[in-house]
């Protein structure tokens, strides 16, 4: 397993920094180092980063007198060990899955950049953010000619959706523009781009970017700065495609590469008005109280599932399907023959209304078919699922989910508790089956 330095520039940040750094060591992709870079901060940051370097042998405390998010992550980049690069900033936070998934995907696919879905929150409401439709390896002639569609989009400006290869940083000698207040992350990655490939684009949401009271997004980008900002960038927008398009190609497409100083961003609301707009928390399947002190085997095999839910959801996401879509296709696979609406929708825990509109949608791709009725006594139609890639998914996500579930427990211990829980569904299969 391959580590991955997680970059973080720490300015004032200690109202969120706790919820950052938890979320990054929570992650179940281990092989970490976790940079925190300290701006010359004015609030008690540092004290709480040197804090979590004390208790976590992952994390890097370096404090700094205060010279802009730029150079503070320059410094970062110049102690980063990892063989990849992810960069966090400090109000937001990430899905315990975020670095495994992107992780995976760079080298699964031998790419030199990953893009991943992202979370908008706003208040108490989340959104699904993704600018690319399609997930998959795509080249960078793609990945730029997708660009232009939607060039103002954080998706592609920003650092924390991105998976960047040390390599290609040191080998090139990039580095965050220290000149420049105005979009540094969006110049930082058409310089990296122009080194790139193979890009991996990720359908799982890796990341929840919060919008915060004082923050540039949230006060200080007014029209003029808008422009400003702009202004700054248009030059290296501009270069990137002239390097990349032959002459013809690029004074075709010159109108639209110049576009971008009239684009906005379309992905930066999380409002009830905008498809996919939930209440935060609900984006991965509900609600789940974690308040309770009441430790009971219901709040155990609830929380459970809830992981294994959120895990099986990334698998669905980045096949372009529903979570009801993959629930049904897992079941199916786990059983290994076929089955009624009825006994899908049971299992499934899904009305039979629900669970007939997926299985309907299914049908017209690769991973369901109907079964052969001839061979079932019953004059009913059975569904059928049809070995695919989704195997391999589906047995990374059930060892991602041990992996999770028995994190820290030595061979002993998983042996002890085999075989108790053994012992404990004998109790239980005995008084259910006569």
């Known amino acids: 397993m391959s580590k991955v ?4 520039p720490v300015y ?40 979590y370097a004390k208790k976590d042998e992952r994390v890097v405390a370096i404090h700094k007198d205060n010279s802009g998010v730029s150079s503070t992550r320059n410094v970062a980049l110049s102690l980063a060990k990892g063989k990849y690069i ?79 290869r040390k390599q290609i940083i040191d080998d090139y ?31 799982s949401p890796v990341y929840y970017y919060v919008k915060t009271e004082g923050s540039l997004v949230s006060k200080n ?46 992905d ?16 991965n399947g509900g609600l789940f109280d974690l308040e309770s002190n009441v430790a009971s085997e219901l709040q155990f095999d609830r929380l459970s599932s809830a992981v294994f839910d959120q895990i099986l959801n990334a698998v669905g996401t980045q096949n372009d399907l529903e979570f009801n879509d993959i629930r049904i296709l897992y079941y199916l696979y786990k059983r290994n023959k076929a089955a009624t609406v009825d006994q899908i929708a049971a299992a499934c825990e899904l009305n039979n209304a629900m669970c007939m509109l997926s299985l309907t949608k299914l049908l017209t791709g690769p991973y369901l078919k109907i079964a052969d009725i001839r061979i079932f006594s019953e004059d009913k139609v059975f569904y059928e699922y049809v070995s695919s890639a989704l195997d391999l998914r589906f047995d990374q ?29 004998g109790n239980l299969k005995k008084t259910i089956i006569k």
């Open 221 to 266: 980008m007014n029209v003029s700065s808008t422009v400003k900002m702009k202004t700054s960038v248009i030059r290296y927008y501009d270069a990137f495609y002239k390097q990349i398009l032959d002459k013809d190609d690029y004074e075709a497409r010159k109108p639209i590469i110049y576009g971008y100083l009239l684009a906005v961003s379309r």
């Open 268 to 283: 930066a609301l999380a409002l009830p008005v905008i498809d996919d707009t939930k209440k935060l928390g609900e984006e």
């Open 173 to 203: 000698q990039l580095a965050m523009d220290e000149n420049i207040s105005y979009s540094e992350d969006a110049i930082f990655n058409l310089q990296y781009l122009l080194h790139c490939d193979r890009i991996f684009v990720l359908k």
């Open 86 to 164: 992810q960069f966090i900033d400090v109000d937001d936070y990430l899905p315990f899955d975020s670095t495994k998934l992107m992780h995976r995907a760079m080298e699964e696919n031998d790419c030199d950049m990953v893009i991943s879905d992202f979370y908008r929150v706003i208040d108490d409401k989340v959104s699904k953010k993704g600018s690319i439709k399609k997930g998959g390896l795509i080249l960078r002639s793609e990945y730029a000619d997708k660009m232009l569609l939607s060039p103002a989009d954080f998706y592609y400006g920003v650092l924390w959706n991105k998976m960047y």
């Open 12 to 51: 004032n940040g200690a109202k969120s920094l706790r919820r950052c750094v938890n979320s990054i060591l929570a992650q179940d992709h281990k092989d970490i180092e976790v940079i925190l870079v300290d701006d010359g901060s004015k609030d008690e940051s540092f004290a709480i980063i040197s804090e």
């Open 397 to 425: 996500a059930e060892e991602d989910f041990r992996s999770l579930l028995y994190d820290g427990l030595s061979i002993e211990d998983l042996s002890a508790y085999a075989k108790i829980r053994k012992h404990i569904f």
């Open 5 to 8: 330095s997680i970059i973080v």
